[in-house]
DNA sequence: GAAGTCATTTTTGTATACAATGAATCGACG
DNA sequence: CGTCGATTCATTGTATACAAAAATGACTTC
């Protein structure tokens, strides 16, 4: 529990910025993001309380809204976790951002401003640069955010609303189920491709571009069918007809 | 504050069942659903706690978890107030709505078992007798029902979960937007049609018959523009022609 | 009579104490 | 030696006390 992450932290306190539990969902979102807090990991509540200088009430209900935004498991009485989805969740997830995404940039195609777009092409260029250089996180993070802005630059704000939360579900699974031997998820010219179909205003292709480009990142994924306690319950829990 | 919908309550407390912050979302859910609640009312920690017998701890959690829900409005030093959308964002609300389970029916179409297609069938015949007899609070219950089935059978539980809250925030809008002029917001047919496309295993045609369905019980509320505050201001300020 | 100001009251924000539950540890027994 | 069981410890669930903020209302002043 004593790693990297309270530095940052105690150093927000030791600042003098006020600590809500808005301030928690935030540092323990991004930190779930980069993945400095895998998943599984044990969550206390006087811990938390602790780190955060701020006692259970807080943390608690800091909690609670992670749990209902996916990023945490809450079970009664039980220590909370830092949620693990599971293959077929993963798939969902990704079946479920195709679906808004592309909604969402359909919707955008012609419709933005200069300002909107232009800003769009800003993040992309950023990210093709980070990628050039090398440096991931930077990479992830404007691809994050150029994503991110899409969302709220939804004219559908329930939707925008419904896809940054997919964002954010999708981004926790790729750090979970990455391929260990790709040093990156960077899909070369995809975010650019997207901003030309935008600025076209071809609603139809901006869709497509979007669902492809999230088919191949889901295919960058291992997500090969694995042991889960479910399965395991259901072979051992009945005896298979032969074992009579 | 002293309404019906205390009475429900104080029985069940006193039935000894016990009463966690997941019963409180439960009830004020349903209350707002059924209007027994209507949109902007105010609901104070301590008069909760007393109505439910707890404590503000527990009635806390269930109001960050209903403003998660978008049933309640949770503002800082605040009293939370049941959630009045607004139109446009009821506008939005249907759009996502038409986008999410639409999709789930497609996924659905020609994959139900007969137990899952009989449930259905079964909500479909109870809510066009209640409507029959009159009884439209039977006949919202099993049309809600019907569509609930619909996201608990969806093969993608990430959309199913989507849809679940769609319905939640559509029902609350359908009581905030309805005419009153009329009786119910029931689409003779419509139930029906659906499950005959969901049995023949017709995805598009039961995508365009959600479509359809939603569309027409949109075009059923009262969505014209409406004075908000500052529509008010104006209204207020020049007295009408009529008046003099 | 109207507007601004200050005290009062209501209500939420936070911390903490105690109860209850679950996990872990240690020991006894087969 | 392993397994079952009880005790202990860690952690969450709930209630409550106090602090802080906002809403209310009365009062003063112009």
Same mark, same amino acid.
């Given at each position: 529990?004593?790693? +990297?992450?309270?530095?940052?932290v /105690? +150093?927000?306190v030791a600042?003098g910025?006020?600590?809500?539990? /808005?301030?928690? *969902?935030?540092k323990?979102?991004?930190?779930?993001?980069?993945?400095?807090?895998?998943?599984?990991?044990?969550?206390?509540?006087v811990t938390l309380?602790?780190v955060?200088?701020?006692? &259970?009430?807080?943390?608690?209900?800091?909690?609670?809204?992670?749990?209902?935004?996916h990023?945490?498991?809450?079970?009664?009485?039980? *220590?909370a976790?830092?949620?693990?989805?599971?293959?077929?969740?993963t798939?969902?997830?990704f079946?479920a &951002?195709?679906?808004?995404?592309?909604?969402?940039?359909a919707?955008?195609?012609?419709q933005?401003?200069?300002?909107? /777009?232009l800003?769009?092409? /800003?993040?992309?260029?950023?990210?093709?640069?980070?990628?050039r250089?090398?440096?991931?996180?930077?990479?992830?993070?404007?691809?994050? +955010?150029?994503?991110?802005?899409?969302?709220e630059?939804?004219?559908?704000r329930?939707l925008?609303?419904?896809?940054?939360?997919l964002i954010?579900?999708?981004?926790?699974?790729i750090?979970l189920?990455?391929?260990?031997?790709l040093?990156?998820?960077?899909?070369d010219g995809?975010?650019p &491709?997207l901003?030309?179909?935008?600025?076209?205003?071809e609603?139809?292709?901006?869709r497509?571009?979007?669902?492809?480009h999230?088919?191949a990142l889901?295919?960058?994924l291992?997500?090969?069918?694995?042991?889960t306690?479910t399965?395991?319950?259901?072979?051992l829990?009945?005896?298979?007809?032969?074992e009579a």
């Open positions: 529990m004593s790693n +990297a992450w309270q530095e940052d /105690q +150093a927000a600042a910025i006020r600590i809500s539990d /808005q301030h928690i *969902v935030d323990v979102r991004r930190a779930v993001l980069t993945q400095r807090l895998p998943p599984g990991t044990r969550l206390p509540e309380g602790e955060f200088g701020v006692s &259970r009430s807080v943390v608690r209900k800091a909690l609670t809204r992670l749990a209902a935004d990023v945490v498991d809450q079970r009664p009485n039980q *220590v976790r830092v949620r693990a989805p599971s293959i077929e969740e798939r969902e997830t079946a &951002r195709r679906l808004v995404e592309g909604e969402v940039v919707l955008l195609a012609g933005l401003d200069d300002a909107a /777009q800003a769009l092409e /800003q993040e992309a260029q950023r990210e093709i640069e980070a990628h250089r090398g440096d991931e996180p930077a990479r992830i993070e404007h691809s994050l +955010a150029l994503h991110h802005r899409l969302a630059l939804s004219p559908n329930v925008g609303a419904m896809l940054t939360d954010l579900r999708t981004s926790i699974v750090a189920y990455k391929r260990p031997s040093a990156s998820c960077y899909l995809d975010h &491709r901003l030309t179909q935008l600025r076209a205003g609603p139809e292709r901006a497509e571009v979007v669902d492809e999230l088919r889901e295919n960058l291992d997500l090969g069918p694995r042991e306690e399965d395991l319950m259901a072979i829990g009945r005896p298979s007809p032969a």
